[in-house]
């Protein structure tokens, strides 16, 4: 593949990259730094009870497969065919029309074509074809199909963790195949022959045993709410009192892990911590479920479960009416689409204490969280904002131009979009919309979603952000936008360090952030800083 | 002659439409018993949540609450193509991104054409002639042409008929002239087109250049359909070389990407509503997962969980 260098962009032109499809088939296994994933670690496995535990390494020749590897998927598809009518249709009716091939933003930032959805997903198809589907088995490679060898299983390792199952392709295929749902099958089909990627596992394994990502323990968790509180003293030099693992309590408030230390989250963590002081909410913070992401759910159904059960066992033992959740990306996937599917017995066990979700602010009644009981903390906030419950100072965001990035699995997995622009423009004066490819349910991924904010693919992530960096870009310039709001803890990571590396002096954090710095709190003393610290008032400068 | 027109004539469409009918309801059959463990719904506009927040008229199909939003949904997918009509195409700089809509009128007018010439084809099968089926035809040959040296009267251009072969032509040229779809292009790929083009050519010869004798043929279309087949019907070659075509096609169907056509009934993304929060979806083959729970969980941290019920579940400020 010849690169292209930055200064040549306007001459820039897609070539066609394999001269025939015979050559499209032939596995890619070559593993470029910056673009394949590190092996997972023995303990990980181990730990979790992943079959066929060992020691291995990406760059190695040999992967110590077992020895009848190629048997065990082929069993496992055909399993997966007869249990996810996704994978047997989205196998199927593919036309290969193209609408979804540029919709990728890793194709957009490596111009790799087996990084277009439709190829990524003939990746698995060619094999499916080979042993599953008559022409297939008759007319082999002039059918799409090829024989499944190790080098393939070099090639799904290397591409299905390039895809980040932000589900952007979902939305232009005229049939709805989703490359998320094609990547999970995927990836579970690897993991039933022990091959599984280092950062997701050590990140769920962390979460099985501790009850979050992060890996900190109930009293890790508990100091960092303490240095959290004293933030919020020293800012607004008011005492607030944090409830931990609290029976009784109405709500059982979940934030992802990341929120508890990471920058920028932790201004979101505390913007948290102050509405729901100032509102006199009765909610608790759990250490046992002091997670709501789960990185299982990159890896197979089987580590999800594992997680996703604590949330509903933690709300039956505090025995609380209803769940709220902080802001996240694929954590509001899964309690959107998956939460209450996965839970078997532990969901009706919950049933006998959990009620439906009732705004105890405004006496909202959550109808469409009636099921799940559990309601986003913006869906909470719109509607508080809207009842005029708190006492906004919209003056106090003017040092900030907004605009919001969408984070994928919110803006495709649930519909969460007006929500957060409701709260924004509710707290602030200046707010502007990126161009309408790149926002809503168009929305570009930050580039590090489902496992790949991976430090080895460092050079995939800033590529495959360049798409949501450019807009930023366009919007920055045309507006002086210098601050981006999400409400992704993955985006929260990913998105700063991609400003950095494309050069652009925006800063970013998530919605509450802003809702707490227009907040003008009861008893608060004199501010002139918002809660980074930062002067309010003029217009910020972002240093680059 | 007459035992190759009944070869031709008979033999291969019956086997054609045999395997055709099999094979489509195999597949049918195959994705039915596949399971729905999810509620998978790809979300394109704003959910059904508060009252007060925008949700617009499109939204409501895009990100469909009810039942029978989520049917229009499909529906608005299969006559107007309402995912590809969102088509985008990223160029450099990156917020010039241009809305492309060639994929989506080629492959409209393409997938509208074709209705209208089968239904136009039903007056070959139907004694008599549905009225609809009439009205179709004269709307769709409003252009009156009349070519004196070519043909001794006046002939009526079927709109869908130039406008089928013009987008398959399309659909053809960008497969060929892109260099993204002629990558991911594959043999089947073009196989159904020529396919399809072969159908579509024959059958545009026989209407302009090469008469043929229709009586014949509406003898034979009828008794097909009633099962009486002609025991030796004359055929025209051209008409011979059109029902190959459409034999093979119909043969070739039920194996290829042409099962799109029933499949996106079954597309687990556009077919489902977006409620699941507030009705649970069941997965048929749920089994339960052990993890740690609280007792496990317990022992493992004990001396930090006694801490925070020291501190009376409740973080406070230090004091200084």
Not at chain 1, 14 to 32: A, D, G, H, V, Y
Not at chain 1, 56 to 80: A, R, S, V
Not at chain 2, 16 to 33: D, E, K, P
Request: include cysteine; charge should be neutral; glycine fraction near 6%.
């Amino acid at each position: 593949m010849s690169e292209q260098k930055f200064e040549d962009l306007e001459k820039f032109e897609i070539r066609q990259q394999f001269s025939n499809w015979k050559e499209l088939l032939k596995p890619t296994t070559e593993m470029r730094k910056g673009y394949y994933s590190y092996a997972a670690l023995l303990r990980d496995q181990e730990y979790l009870g992943l079959p066929y535990p060992r020691e291995w390494n990406t760059l190695d020749e040999d992967w110590k497969l077992p020895p009848n590897w190629k048997e065990i998927i082929i069993n496992k598809m055909d399993e997966l065919r007869r249990k996810y009518r996704s994978f047997q249709v989205f196998m199927d009716i593919c036309v290969r029309c193209g609408a979804c091939a540029d919709k990728c933003h890793y194709y957009i930032g490596t111009g790799d074509p087996k990084n277009m959805p439709v190829v990524r997903a003939e990746l698995l198809r060619s094999i499916y074809r080979k042993y599953f589907t008559t022409s297939g088995k008759v007319f082999g490679e002039y059918a799409g199909a090829r024989e499944l060898t190790e080098d393939v299983i070099k090639e799904w390792f290397l591409y299905y963790f390039q895809c980040s199952e932000c589900r952007r392709c979902s939305v232009f295929c005229p049939y709805g195949i989703d490359t998320a749902e094609i990547t999970m099958l995927a990836r579970e089909l690897l993991n039933s022959i022990g091959i599984s990627q280092r950062f997701t596992l050590i990140s769920a394994a962390a979460c099985v045993r501790t009850g979050n990502h992060l890996g900190l323990n109930p009293g890790g968790v508990v100091n960092s709410i303490q240095y959290a509180v004293d933030d919020i003293k020293e800012i607004t030099g008011i005492d607030i009192e944090v409830p931990v693992n609290k029976k009784g309590a109405e709500i059982l408030f979940v934030t992802p892990s990341g929120d508890y230390f990471a920058q920028p989250h932790w201004f979101t963590f505390i913007g948290y911590l102050m509405v729901f002081h100032e509102l006199g909410l009765d909610y608790t913070m759990s250490t046992y479920a002091a997670e709501g992401g789960n990185f299982g759910f990159f890896h197979s159904f089987e580590v999800a479960k594992k997680i996703n059960q604590k949330i509903y066992k933690e709300a039956k033992r505090l025995g609380v009416k209803w769940i709220l959740g902080g802001e996240c990306g694929h954590m509001w996937r899964i309690k959107h689409q998956y939460m209450a599917t996965f839970a078997d017995d532990t969901y009706e066990d919950a049933l006998k204490v959990l009620e439906d979700p009732v705004n105890p602010v405004t006496g909202t009644v959550f109808e469409n969280a009636s099921s799940t009981k559990m309601v986003h903390v913006l869906e909470f906030l719109a509607d508080v904002l809207k009842h005029k419950k708190l006492k906004i100072d919209k003056s106090r965001n003017d040092h900030l131009r907004v605009t919001h990035h969408d984070s994928c699995n919110i803006a495709r997995g649930m519909g969460l979009l007006e929500e957060p622009r409701f709260v924004i423009k509710s707290v602030c004066n200046y707010y502007y919309d990126m161009p309408d490819h790149a926002i809503r349910e168009k929305s570009y991924c930050c580039g590090s979603g489902a496992g790949l904010l991976a430090d080895e693919l460092f050079e995939l992530r800033m590529r495959g952000g360049m798409p949501r960096a450019m807009a930023v870009k366009y919007v920055h310039e045309k507006y002086g936008v210098n601050h981006v709001t999400a409400a992704c803890a993955i985006d929260r990571a990913a998105i700063p360090t991609l400003l950095q590396y494309w050069k652009l002096p925006v800063q970013m954090g998530g919605v509450t952030e802003l809702v707490a710095n227009a907040m003008v709190m009861s008893g608060e003393k004199e501010r002139d800083t918002d809660l980074r610290g930062n002067p309010l008032g003029e217009y910020l400068e972002v240093e680059v | 002659m007459s035992q190759l027109g009944f070869l031709v004539g008979v033999v291969i469409p019956y086997l054609a439409g045999f395997i055709f009918v099999i094979g489509v309801l195999y597949r049918i059959f195959q994705w039915s018993r596949s399971a729905v463990p999810f509620n998978i719904t790809t979300t394109s506009g704003q959910q059904y949540s508060l009252p007060f927040l925008r949700r617009t008229f499109m939204d409501r199909f895009d990100s469909p609450y009810t039942r029978w939003e989520t049917a229009v949904r499909v529906l608005m997918e299969i006559f107007l193509f309402r995912s590809l009509w969102k088509n985008v195409r990223y160029e450099l700089p990156a917020q010039n991104a241009v809305s492309t809509k060639w994929l989506w009128l080629f492959g409209l007018v393409f997938h509208w054409s074709l209705l209208i010439v089968l239904i136009r084809h039903f007056r070959f099968f139907l004694q008599p002639v549905p009225d609809f089926v009439n009205m179709i035809q004269s709307l769709d040959g409003f252009i009156e042409v009349h070519l004196g040296w070519f043909q001794p009267h006046v002939v009526h251009i079927m709109v869908t008929g130039l406008t089928l072969l013009i987008a398959l032509l399309y659909l053809l040229y960008r497969r060929i002239a892109f260099p993204k779809e002629r990558t991911f292009s594959l043999p089947s790929d073009y196989i159904a087109l020529f396919l399809l083009l072969g159908v579509v050519i024959t059958g545009l010869l026989m209407r302009y250049v090469i008469p043929v004798d229709v009586a014949h043929i509406k003898e034979l279309a009828q008794g097909l359909l009633a099962f009486r087949p002609p025991a030796s019907p004359e055929l025209h070659w051209m008409f011979m070389l059109h029902i190959l075509f459409v034999s093979a096609l119909l043969a070739y169907f039920p194996f290829s990407k042409l099962m799109h056509s029933a499949g996106i009934f079954f597309s687990p993304t556009r077919n489902m509503p977006n409620n699941p929060r507030a009705k649970r979806h069941i997965n048929p083959w749920n089994y339960p997962v052990k993890g740690v729970d609280y007792d496990e969980f317990y022992e493992n941290f004990k001396d930090d969980l006694d801490e925070i019920e020291q501190m009376g579940y409740v973080v406070k400020p230090e004091e200084v």
